[in-house]
């Protein structure tokens, strides 16, 4: 590899990048200019052993290395070191100090948590407060900023920047994020967790009595493209009413069942919005399938209806030819709105979020800024409509079919949040994975688009934080019921850092069928194959499963809630508390293990002591 100034470009012949005349003779576009670019990345760590090269994970390849860079820490002041850029992370490494080797800022950045990459400041412009550099805007609430040397011979902002582009967002250039690259070894396959068929046998479906079937018209995904190849509907319809009701339904997303009451056997089923119209359109099928969703519940007369959106939402869509159930067309269904915003006004609640926690918190406007952002108004009315399920399920022994307008933001975030509530299989930490798998990832959450992953259109409009939400409400019900999780705090932060990190092939693509048709199982890593290869580390020491085998009954009221500090405000330092929850856990566990393992000494002490007879001797 060769050394030129402060930067050091590597690539597999060593030789430098063609000027640009020549570039744009031969090669035509910048975008193919670009693709042309991704593939110059180190074939072998070997070929480029440098002293303090950056860890690299299984197939990780060095692409980049900016020397006599300054990161400006908001809280540290100006470190000085260098950059090193490679196939999954940008790496910063401070200059050592020549008293303490060990004493090292460093920063791991995955590339897929970058939103965009900003250029600050000219080179020609002078001053003592003027900034020649980079801002990186990243997902996980951060922006981070470096600055270079006012040299006109150093065209070290440039090569990083553009260097970031191209491994940051492949997927604008026409190529796979990091986990297709990755080559994770773990004892443990996350591909494994999660069996459609095997969920909906621990439901109960195919049992004698229960009046749900699966269902295989969409094995091909030819009834709905966004669904998964397996689910179950109410046994009483036929594939011919199945069929139609997929066209009465947006994008063919038929009601399908997504949790099962062992004893009463009122279900939660999920769909997309009935296409109503301004015509006012009914399905004769449509209101027939709603009435074996009703009658596959003997124990209630009555099916409750809950559309997540704002009643005005709704009503605009119905110019889109959508809408809603109307309760004199469907016999017997009670319907009601939930009020949920869309995910354009959540996307601009985060972002006031992020203007708050990050660089600087203002302690004396933090209640009213805190309130401004209405973050918490919306995670207030995510957890009221998934007690509203809870409670037409748990007391009016009722079944419910929630939607929104494509069923796959607000729907999942509700039916996923409703059966956190009533099972405490999902409470565990296998069982999470398998709700996620089930009511994410199977019924189509589009994770590519609402993410970003690999794509340089930050303005995006299709972005938005649901399931960051998501895990924000977990995360308040782990704070209400502290012993009824099997899992910790450190669990959730590790989902939200690889829904963004692109390390893993879980959370890629929209839907089921694109997953299958790329390959993903086949040619990425499991983040639950990550996990559960070291569960112990994601281990709530409070979780007492024998008492918390029942419904739980979370208080919305907007008093109970509070701001995720650990998540949101996890990079200031000042806001950090002197013992993280993850350092107290595990201290709990290693008490507890002494604990158990003291016991076990006292009980063989005791049965020592005791004579054949059951008579203890002297």
């Not at 995510?382 to 022994?397: F, M, R, W």
């Not at 907007?558 to 330092?573: D, Q, S, V």
């Amino acid at each position: 590899a060769s050394e030129s100034g402060s930067t050091t470009r590597l690539s597999p012949r060593s030789s430098p990048t063609p000027d640009r005349k020549s570039q744009v003779s031969s090669e035509g576009s910048p975008i193919v200019q670009r693709k042309q670019e991704m593939g110059i990345l180190i074939e072998s760590h070997n070929q480029t052993a440098l002293p303090g090269d950056p860890p690299l994970l299984p197939g990780e390849l060095l692409s980049y290395i900016e020397h006599k860079i300054t990161y400006l820490d908001n809280f540290l002041g100006g470190i000085e070191g260098s950059v090193f850029i490679t196939s999954y992370k940008m790496y910063f490494k401070s200059e050592q100090n020549p008293d303490n080797s060990e004493d090292s800022f460093i920063l791991n950045v995955p590339l897929g948590v970058i939103t965009h990459v900003e250029k600050i400041g000219r080179a020609r412009q002078k001053g003592e407060n003027v900034i020649y550099g980079l801002d990186i805007h990243c997902k996980d609430m951060r922006t981070l900023r470096f600055a270079f040397a006012h040299n006109q011979e150093s065209h070290g902002r440039r090569g990083m920047y553009d260097r970031l582009q191209i491994v940051a967002f492949p997927c604008s250039y026409g190529k796979n994020v990091f986990a297709f690259h990755f080559r994770g070894d773990y004892p443990e396959d996350g591909w494994e967790v999660y069996d459609a068929i095997g969920e909906l046998k621990r439901m109960g479906v195919g049992n004698d009595g229960v009046p749900w079937r699966v269902c295989d018209l969409n094995s091909k995904y030819e009834l709905c493209d966004t669904y998964s190849s397996v689910f179950a509907v109410p046994a009483a319809c036929s594939d011919e009413m199945i069929q139609s009701v997929a066209q009465f339904r947006s994008k063919g997303r038929i009601p399908i069942l997504s949790w099962l009451h062992p004893v009463t056997h009122a279900s939660i089923t999920r769909c997309s919005q009935p296409l109503v119209g301004t015509m006012t359109k009914r399905s004769k099928e449509d209101e027939q399938y709603v009435q074996c969703i009703l009658k596959a519940n003997a124990k209630s007369n009555k099916l409750y209806v809950m559309d997540a959106r704002p009643k005005m939402n709704a009503i605009a869509n119905v110019a889109m030819g959508g809408g809603y159930e109307h309760e004199e067309n469907y016999v017997n269904i009670e319907f009601s709105f939930l009020d949920i915003g869309n995910i354009h006004v959540m996307r601009e609640s985060l972002k006031k979020v992020k203007d708050i926690c990050y660089p600087d918190v203002d302690d004396q406007r933090w209640f009213s800024n805190l309130e401004s952002t209405h973050w918490l108004d919306h995670i207030k009315a995510i957890l009221c409509g998934a007690v509203k399920v809870v409670e037409a399920i748990e007391h009016q022994k009722s079944s419910v079919i929630v939607h929104c307008t494509d069923g796959w933001d607000r729907t999942a975030q509700i039916s996923s949040l409703s059966m956190l509530i009533m099972d405490s299989y999902f409470r565990t930490i296998r069982g999470f994975e398998v709700l996620v798998e089930k009511e994410w990832l199977a019924v189509g959450h589009k994770f590519s688009q609402r993410t970003g992953h690999g794509d340089k259109n930050y303005g995006d409009d299709q972005r938005a934080p649901i399931f960051l939400q998501f895990i924000d409400c977990v995360w308040q019900l782990t704070e209400q019921f502290p012993t009824a999780f099997e899992f910790n705090e450190h669990f959730l932060i590790t989902l939200l850092d690889h829904l963004f990190s692109c390390l893993f092939g879980t959370f890629l693509y929209n839907c089921e069928r694109a997953r299958m048709e790329a390959g993903v199982k086949d040619r990425t890593v499991s983040l639950w194959s990550f996990i559960n290869s070291q569960i112990d580390v994601y281990k709530n020491p409070l979780f007492a499963e024998h008492m918390n085998n029942k419904v739980l009954l979370p208080r919305t009221s907007i008093r109970m809630l509070k701001l995720w500090n650990g998540f949101y405000l996890r990079w200031n330092p000042r806001m950090k508390p002197q013992e993280t929850e993850f350092e107290r856990c595990r201290q709990l566990e290693i008490l507890i293990k002494l604990l158990k393992e003291k016991c076990q000494e006292l009980a063989e002490q005791q049965k020592n002591m005791q004579s054949p007879e059951g008579v203890v001797t002297s």
